[in-house]
């Protein structure tokens, strides 16, 4: 009985250790965002999907690609990120330290979108692995592809 009570105590520390854990991360990521925040000379352009306009950062480098939407608390309505590969294949995106929930395409090297997936904010557990070989990927409000009719086949103007 008393070896009981003292498991008890000690699964009830550890699990107020683990949330203390986790709100300091969540502190040191909420931090890190306002670090992190595109400033104001964050250069957009504008692409086309079925028409309808949207702006997006470019990510083409590692750097850029590797930093995407993490540590930002906000996209806004009509904005996105584009990643461009050097090459047609097979993608892979993760939501580490991504406070936003998105939707992701991915578009093959004709501009056709390939794939739609939507991302869960901060869940590390998953991979987001495209369906079709893509050249980019398309990061955008979820549901934002949803609300302007856009699907699996639509193309994108660049």
Known sequence: ?????????????????QRANNSSRLAENQQMASEEKPTA???LHVIHINGVPLQVEIA???????????????LLENQGMLFVFPNQRILTFWMRNTFIPLDIAFINES????????????????DYISAAPALYALEVNAGWFEKHTIRVGSKVGF
Do not use: K, Y
């Open 111 to 126: 501009g056709t979108i390939v794939d739609i997936q939507r991302m869960v904010p901060l869940d590390e557990t998953r």
């Open 41 to 43: 000379a964050t250069v």
């Open 60 to 74: 083409q480098d590692e750097e850029s690609a590797a930093q995407g939407l993490m540590h930002r608390d906000q």
């Open 1 to 17: 009985m008393n070896s009981f009570f003292v498991l008890f105590l000690l699964a009830i520390h550890f699990a107020a250790c």
